[in-house]
Each structure stands twice: as structure tokens, then as C-alpha cells.
């Protein structure tokens, strides 16, 4: 297999050698178009996140030196700058690199989503630059059908990893569906703002902002169309939330286990979630005691993103067995490739024949031509069968090789041109396995 | 063996085949099988319906040759029980076809319809009063009154645990597998509400039976006390959870208190004492 991948990723690279390899969208497609430029090159497709950049080709041998040399020339940089961190992949194991990451098992939240849509976008506009020919074609496309079946039929993306998202997920386990629970922000650090941003994006609806600076908390507001209060005003503006996101700056805790107590005598005990990611922790922890008050705070969150993680990395061998499945059937699908123009020109030599004998007797058969040529293209389609599922057993097995040297010595095939028609190309290509 | 054996060994099979796939579900041991865990309760469902049936037309257990619902012995009560149960769950809680739902009900159904198999003495005294148009509403809604308060019950149960597993924050294979906190408590109220219509129904369906049956529409006796004590016990319930909005753990274990009058009145009064409810001749 003459595939080759060139890259470096989270793993192998520190941050700031990464930041300067990656390509934006605008300059991927820029390089997609120069890459047509290199010598040896037939296809080729790249790959380029915050956390990895690879640079996937197909092409005559010393092709991977060709790709290091493009990604200094593009970027502008020395090789030896990166050089050191970069991984070169070959054949079946850059088939099963392209799998793996495409299934989330590369990358740094095992099981993350957003890798399958960003290979998904680099497949699709290496396809409308028409760097894809038809062996990469086939590779992306089935490591995107891997990257899906893997997340379907195994748990390896279920449980949230990411603090805002488990808030999202517990709120859900709390509230069920969220259809507008109100949310009250105490302070308005990035963090609060990201929790509240995946809430709202779940369903959660009025948002207030407290904040001890007013103009912040009127910022913050004015961004999400949330309703900005003095900072004294959240006592009771917790009687009307649900949720509440706390990550205030205070050395102490502000919310106090007597007034959450009173406050719920007051919402009669309807279910109160506290999200406390500040540190020092804005919540006393006795608050958690109060019936229907659940109360998470940062350690806590943590715990559970490690819980969940721990239950992903149990699944990564499951998904290592269906990847493992889907590269033998990609190395078949290789295989049998090379039987195709085979296969035509054996179509073609017995065309010939079958061409030759019909022209013959034709002049017997007058009125009957239809029945006739019926009757001969069954008898070819049946002479060809045994000999085509050999040959696609073979590409399973091993020594496909073999056969085709003797088909080709056996009928002379060598000097025979392939099929030139659509007809006939069509029934080489059905022949193929996918 | 006759029909009715054949039809309950049947209905105990389809739910017994539910439970194991609802379990093997629950336990991760076969993923993706609670549809057809779902069709296999609502096989067993038919199969119990046809029991019923065949309970219900059996001549030859009609000791005054009318055909009559078959709760005439703690046998029979115990598998219309169970049949109302299913009722209950397949018609009304369309949307709780989990497999932790029916991890724990399934079960319950083949337990309610074991005591079917024994020959226990049948009430005679039920069977005149079988042609009573009010004396059918007042044991078909009590019954399904009953189921509901059941199902009720494992809401709150299952609520209860979920609340417990979000306080100390401990993931277990149980609480990944509950509906949501919210969804729960809804649940158990909902079926309170219909339970409480319906024990409505049957009580005020036994007080019109009772009048013509016996010349008064209140008897004294413990059973129609108990059902009284419970539909009020549930309607005051309702009232502090729908009216006074009171939620939370507390309510919930408050309708988890008031199951246990349902328990006294449906099986305790009749267990202690013979007759149509407990010293009524």
C-alpha cells in the first residue's frame, strides 16, 4: 500500500510548535491547491486541529519528504524546528492512524465529537478541490463510517467529560429536559459563562447575572440577553432559579447553609442545583445537606468527568476490534483493486470470442438475434463467475498475486487494452468489493 | 390441563422472557433489546387478557351458572391484579417503557400471577351480586385504582434512589439507567391523580351497590372505612402537590407512606377476614 501520513499531534508536539503548523481554513484549501504541485504526489488530504496536524498522501516512494518540505515552505519555517516531533506512517498504519482518529481514540477527550466533524470537513473540501482520488477517497470515507459506528454501537462518546457539559447532564438528570429553567450567575468568570452558555443551548431559559461589578454583570447580560441585578439582590433572586452557577472571586463562602434553608421553605422545597466552580467555593458545603438542594462544586464535577472518562477508555477495545474489521475490509476492497484492469481485459477477450462465434452463425438465427445474444452473454457471465470469486477469496486469504499471473499467461492478457466501454468498466467495477 | 393453565403458563412465560431481556439490558449484558422486551410484556398482556376471558366465560367454575369476573378467590384477585397492573403501565405509561421500569414490574406481574395456579376457596357470596352494574364499576375501578397507586409507588421508590445517588454523587449502573428526577416525581403524581379518580369511582359506585345490595349507602366495616381513609389520605396529597406546588423528597415520601394504607386496605382487610369486604354477610 503506497499511502503515507506526515504529522504530529497533542501527543508528540508541544502547543506552540503546533500552533505554528496549523493551517486555517483559508490557508488549507491554499494548500490543498499547492500541494497539486508536488512531484510523485497522485492524491493527498490534510488534516488540521488545535491538536493535530496531518498531511495524508498517496504517491511514488520519498513522497513523505516531499510533504515535510511543503509544510516548511508553506508555514515559512526551518524543518528542524519541528522536525523532531513529527510522526511518518506507512501503508496499513496510516490507514489505521486515519481510523482512529476519525473514532476519537487519538484524541486528548477519548471519545470527543468534534474530531469526526472536522475530519468530515477536511474530507469535504479536499473533495471540492479534487485532491481525493480513488484510493484516499475510499480511506476517508470509510474512517468517517468507522468514526460513526464506533460512537453508535459502543459507549466510547457517552458520559460528559467537560465541566460545563456534565453541569448540562446533571441539570437533565435533575430537571429532565430542560424547557426553561431559570439560571442565576453568580460572578462572571469564563467559566460561568461557558456553563451557562451549554445550558442555554440545552433549553434552560431566563438567565440573571450577578455581579459585584454592575457594568460586568451588564456586559455579560447584554451578550446573552440575560437580566443584570445588583450583587445584593441574589438572596432572592435564588428563590425564582433553578440553577445556579457560582465562580465569584470571595475568599468565603457567600451562600450561607440558613438562608438557602429558608429559601427553600419559601420556593417549598422545589429542587435547587447548585454548580459551585469557584475556589475558595462561593457554597457552604452544608448547603448540600438541604433536601432537594443538590450541590456540585468543582471537585466534585472533576470526579465526575474522571468516572465517565474511566468508563470511555473501557470501550476503546471494542472500537480497536471494529477498526481492526474495517482495515481488512479496506485492505480486501486494496487488494481486489489491483484485479480490476485484470478482470477487464479478460471481459474483453472473451467479448472478442464471444463477438467472433456470434458474427459467425448469426445468418442461422435470423429473427432469433435477441435469444442468441441473450443466450451467449449468460454463458460468458457463468464461465467468468468461478474464476472472479476466486479471485476476490484470494484478496481475503493472500496469493491473488498468483492467480492473476496465470490469468495473464493463461489468455495473454498483457496484449490486450481494457474495455474501453462504459459497459464493460461498469461490470469490472461491480465485480469489486466494497 | 385446561385452557386457563396453558393460557397462565404462557402469560408467565411472555413476561418472564421481558424480565430477562429488560435485565440483561439493565446489566449492559445485551444492548438495544428493550423494544422487544417492551413486545414481550405486551404479549404476556394479551395472553392475560385471554385469561381473563376464559376466566371470565368459564362454566365451569360458575357455581350459579352466570358468568362473572374472576375475583371471586385470593387466587383470581391476585392475577386480575396483576392484569389491571399491566394495564395500567401498557395503556397509560407509554412513555416509561424503560428497562428499569420494567426490570421491577415485570417481575411483580409474575408473582401477582402465581397464586392463579392454587385452588383457593372462592367468596360465594361475591356471585349474587355479580349482575349488579354498580358492584362491576365499583371492582374494576378499584382495582385499577389500586394498580395506579402501585406504579405510583415504584416512581417514588425509583425517585428516591436517583435523589439519593445525586446527593452523594455516585454514579451507578442504576442511576444511569433512571429517568430524570423531575420526570419521576411527575410520574408518581400523575398516577396518584388517577388513582385517586379512580378509588373515586369505585367508591362511590359501591356506595349506589351497597344501597341496593343492602338498603344503606355507608357500611360499617373496616374495608370501606380503609378505602375511605386512603382516597382522602391521596386527595390531600394531591392537593399540597398540585394546589400548595409543596415538591420534593418530602411529598414523594408522603405518597410513599400513604401506599401502605393501600396495602392494608387492598390486602389486609381481606387477608383477616372472609366475606365480600370484612364483615359484611
Known sequence: MDLVCVGLNHKSCPVEIREKIAFSESALSDALVKMGDLEGLR?????????????????????????????????????????????????????????????????????ENEIYGQVRNAFKMANELKSLDSILYQLVERALR?????????????????????????????????????????????????????????????????????????????RYGAKPIGFDAWLRAIRTSDIVISSTAAPHAIVKYEDVKAVMNERRHKPLFFIDIAVPRDVESRVGEIDDVYLYDIDDLKTVSES???????????????????????????????????????????????ETEVTKVAPKFKGREKELKSLVQKIKASLLHTPVEKLKESAKVGGMERYLETLHSLFRLEERKPSQTKEKESSAQDALPH | ??????????????????????????????????IWAARFVELGFLIHTLLIFAETFSVSRSVTNEFHLPV?????????????LAFVYLILLRQMRTETFGVILTPVLILFLIPVFFPFHPNEELFKHFHDGY????ILSAFFG??????????????????????????????????????????????IQWGVILLGF????????????????????????????????????????????????????????????????????????????????
Open chain 1, 43 to 111: 492524491e493527498w488530504f490534510v488534516l488540521s486541529t488545535c491538536n493535530r496536524v496531518e498531511l495524508y498522501g498517496r504517491g511514488f516512494s520519498g513522497v513523505e519528504e516531499s510533504l515535510i518540505h511543503f509544510l516548511s515552505d508553506f508555514h515559512g519555517l526551518e524543518g528542524c524546528t519541528y522536525r523532531q516531533y513529527l510522526y511518518q506512517l506507512h501503508g496499513r498504519e496510516a490507514a489505521r492512524h486515519l481510523f482512529r482518529v476519525a473514532s476519537g481514540l487519538d484524541s486528548l477527550v477519548v471519545g
Open chain 1, 146 to 222: 468507522v468514526g460513526k459506528k464506533v460512537r453508535t454501537e459502543t459507549k466510547i462518546s457517552k458520559g460528559a467529560v467537560s465541566v460545563s457539559s456534565i453541569a448540562v447532564e446533571l441539570a437533565e438528570k435533575i430537571f429532565g429536559k430542560l424547557t426553561g429553567e431559570r439560571v442565576l450567575i453568580l460572578g462572571t468568570g469564563k467559566m460561568s459563562e461557558l456553563t451557562m452558555k451549554h445550558l442555554v443551548k440545552a433549553g434552560a431559559g431566563e438567565i440573571t447575572v450577578a455581579s459585584r461589578t454592575y457594568e460586568r454583570a451588564l456586559e455579560l447580560s447584554q
Open chain 1, 308 to 354: 465517565n472518562l474511566r468508563l470511555r477508555k473501557k470501550e476503546i477495545s471494542k472500537c480497536e476490534v471494529m477498526i481492526e474489521r474495517e482495515l481488512e475490509s479496506f485492505d480486501q476492497w486494496y487488494e481486489f483493486l489491483e484485479a480490476g484492469p485484470v478482470i477487464q481485459r479478460l471481459t474483453a477477450y472473451f467479448d472478442e470470442i464471444v
Open chain 2, 1 to 34: 390441563m385446561n385452557l386457563v393453565y396453558w393460557l397462565l403458563l404462557f402469560a408467565i412465560g411472555a413476561y418472564a422472557i421481558a424480565f430477562i431481556l429488560f435485565a440483561s439490558e439493565f446489566l449492559n449484558v445485551i444492548e438495544k433489546r428493550v
Open chain 2, 72 to 84: 371471586t378467590t385470593l387466587g383470581e384477585a391476585s392475577g386480575f391484579f396483576a392484569w389491571s
Open chain 2, 135 to 138: 358492584f362491576l364499576i365499583h
Open chain 2, 146 to 191: 389500586y394498580a395506579s397507586f402501585a406504579l405510583s409507588f415504584i416512581a417514588a421508590l425509583f425517585y428516591l434512589v436517583l435523589n439519593r445517588a445525586l446527593k452523594e454523587k455516585t454514579s451507578s449502573t442504576f442511576y444511569h439507567r433512571l429517568p430524570p428526577l423531575e420526570d419521576l416525581e411527575r410520574l408518581a403524581f400523575r398516577t
Open chain 2, 202 to 281: 369505585a367508591i362511590l359506585s359501591g356506595a349506589l351497590w351497597a344501597k341496593t345490595a343492602f338498603g344503606s349507602f355507608i357500611l360499617k366495616e373496616p374495608k370501606s372505612f380503609a378505602s375511605f381513609l386512603t382516597w382522602a389520605v391521596y386527595l390531600v396529597i394531591i392537593y399540597l402537590h398540585e394546589v400548595l406546588q409543596i415538591k420534593g423528597k418530602r411529598i414523594v415520601l408522603m405518597s410513599l407512606g400513604a401506599f401502605v394504607l393501600v396495602l392494608f386496605t387492598f390486602l389486609g382487610t381481606s387477608l383477616f377476614h372472609t366475606g365480600l369486604h370484612a364483615g359484611v354477610r
